[in-house]
């Protein structure tokens, strides 16, 4: 099993923040297989779990010889820093005919500081935008300016189980 992390370009051992990646998993099958499914995941160096796409609902058969099957991104919300791979190849079932992790590292990078800074308290990027008072932002504006943090919260309609 060999496990490649590509950019726009090809194979990388670097990829920008926001940017498309695929990763590529090639691999010999012994035999005729049938009924398989495939999962790729990410995860840190210190092993926490981030993501788990798989192919569950969409089992295929494959013939003996290489094979290779690529999972596409097309916008890594990682912030920066190293990240790994993790494969898994079986059945629906859950019968593992191959389980690996760490099988390849790549290091997301961002040009933005205020993106690598981040990396202290987080390891997503989610596409949020604020609306604070005061603010205009469309026909659901923020509460006026000058209303009291559990006011906004009221005029805005949010729920904050946290406080």
């Known amino acids: 099993m060999t496990v490649d992390v590509l950019d726009d370009t090809g194979v990388a051992d670097s990829i920008e923040f926001r940017r498309p990646m ?3 998993l090639t691999f010999e099958a012994l035999s005729p297989l049938q009924k398989i499914t495939f999962y790729i995941g990410l995860h840190t160096t210190d092993f926490v779990y981030l993501t788990a796409h798989n192919t569950a609902y969409e089992p295929i ?3 003996a010889g290489r094979h290779q099957v690529e999972l596409e991104i097309k916008s890594i919300t990682l912030l920066p820093g190293v990240y790994c791979v ?3 190849i079986g059945t629906p079932a859950g019968r593992t005919l191959f389980y690996g992790e760490n099988l390849a590292s790549f290091r997301i990078f961002a040009s933005d500081y205020g993106v690598s800074r981040k990396r202290d308290r987080a390891l997503f ?3 949020g935008t604020w609306h604070l008072p005061g ?3 469309g026909p659901s504006a923020g509460a006026p300016a000058g209303v009291g943090k559990e006011h906004a919260r009221a005029a805005l309609g949010a729920k904050n189980e946290c406080t």
């Open 125 to 127: 990027d989610l596409d």
């Open 86 to 88: 993790l494969g898994w």
């Open 61 to 63: 058969d494959l013939t």
């Open 22 to 24: 695929r990763i590529r």
């Open 135 to 137: 603010q205009q932002h």
